[in-house]
C-alpha cells in the first residue's frame, strides 16, 4: 500500500504565501508524476499544477508566475510553493502521484487534502 500525506495548508492574507508539502510513503519502486489539485466549494476539481519524473513542468493559466511546483526524489516528496495568493486561491488542494510498487504495477494515489483559505 502507499499513502501520502499533506502539510502546509492554512489561513493566509491576500498576497501572502504558503508551501504544501506532501509525502508519499509505503512500497514504492518509482513515483513517475506527482501534481496538485485543487476544489473550491461548487466547483470542480482542477490540476493546478504537476512535474514528471524527468522534471517536466505545468501550471494551470492562473496560477503562472505564483505558484511553483517542486519535487525531491529522495524524500518521494512533492511541493507547492504558492506566492501572492489571492481569494480565488482558496479551495482544498489535494496531492496526486502515479506510484509504481513493482516494475509494472502501478496505482493512482491521493492525499486526504489540505485547506488553503486566502482572505481579503
Known amino acids: 500500500q502507499v499513502q501520502l500525506v499533506e502539510s502546509g495548508g492554512g489561513l493566509v492574507q491576500a498576497g501572502g504565501s504558503l508551501r504544501l508539502s506532501c509525502a508519499a510513503s509505503?512500497?514504492?519502486?518509482?513515483?513517475?508524476?506527482m501534481g496538485w489539485h485543487r476544489q473550491a466549494p461548487g466547483k470542480q476539481r482542477e490540476l493546478v499544477a504537476d512535474i514528471t519524473s524527468d522534471g517536466s513542468i505545468g501550471y494551470v493559466d492562473s496560477v503562472k508566475g505564483r505558484f511553483t511546483i517542486s519535487r525531491d526524489n529522495a524524500k518521494n516528496t512533492v511541493y507547492l510553493q504558492m506566492n501572492g495568493l489571492k481569494p480565488e486561491d482558496t479551495a482544498v488542494y489535494y496531492c496526486?502521484?502515479?506510484?509504481?510498487?513493482?516494475?509494472?504495477?502501478?496505482?493512482?494515489?491521493w492525499g486526504q487534502g489540505t485547506p488553503v483559505t486566502v482572505s481579503s
Open positions: 509505503g512500497t514504492i519502486f518509482r513515483i513517475n508524476h
Open positions: 496526486n502521484a502515479t506510484i509504481f510498487i513493482t516494475r509494472h504495477t502501478y496505482v493512482e494515489a
